[in-house]
């Protein structure tokens, strides 16, 4: 019955921090925008338009509304899913479709929370182990803000990034305090930073910025702190590229993108992490089995 409560609870606060999440995404966005323009850039003036409402007070005190309309959404308009499905998917007073932006990050957030229970690889008997647990959820947020972000307008806000390394930090910090060995969670975090970071640093500077943006990079940090071990972040950085070349090759091969196509790699790194958190030991004791080490 506990384990039941747990999971219900999980799928609440999922879809609850998943909505957050999808609205950051748009404010993030026309502050961007207001940005970009307040510096002279050129932006999309029909994006720049639908989004500039979203600009006129803080991040932390404005009210939801329709892109489209500017209808200000009341409570009932932002209950997680349950709104999304009610309206079908389409404001309340424009009858405009919403999209199914909101919904996915909604739904995958609380996906992301209730299997990382499920499969969580430690224990969680001590108030640091639960700690770690909840940072860990943390980061799945802030994560699910870089992906979706990344996948619609190929960048990683840095303020976002910042804040994943903090917590990633923080989960280094409980990690020391934990095994008591402050040394060597400290080294293999190095080690880790300088797997997921480093390494697309060196890329980013022989290729002057060709070939991957800084913002993996700066991502990397945050990513290799908060799964802390150097060679689950080998094996991040594998499942990202593997991941990556099943996507790209048959949409190569059926010349739906060209080689010179701008895939966006944040998502793929981010998603490489958590499953390599998850299963990269498995994968690696496995492999490591065949070679008979």
Known sequence: MNEVLIYVALVLFGVTFGSFAGAMVWRLRARQLQNDKNQGEKVDSKEYSRLKKLTKTSV????SCCLHCGYELKWYDLLPVISWLSLKGRCRKCKKRIGWFELLIE??????FVLSYAFWPQALGTGVEIAHFILWLAAGVIMAILFAYDVKWFL???????????VGLAIVV???????????????ALGSVAVLSGLYLLIYILSKGKWIGFGDVKLGVGLGLIIIDWQLAIMALFLANFIGTLIVAPLLVSRKIKRSAHIPFGPLLITGTVVAWFVGWPILNWYLGLLGV
């Open 174 to 188: 409980l990690s020391a305090v934990e095994t008591q060995d402050y040394l060597a969670t400290g080294l293999t």
């Open 107 to 112: 739904l995958g957030v609380a996906l992301f």
């Open 156 to 166: 990683l806000p840095d303020k976002v990034s910042l804040l994943l390394a903090l």
């Open 60 to 63: 932390l005190k404005d009210r």
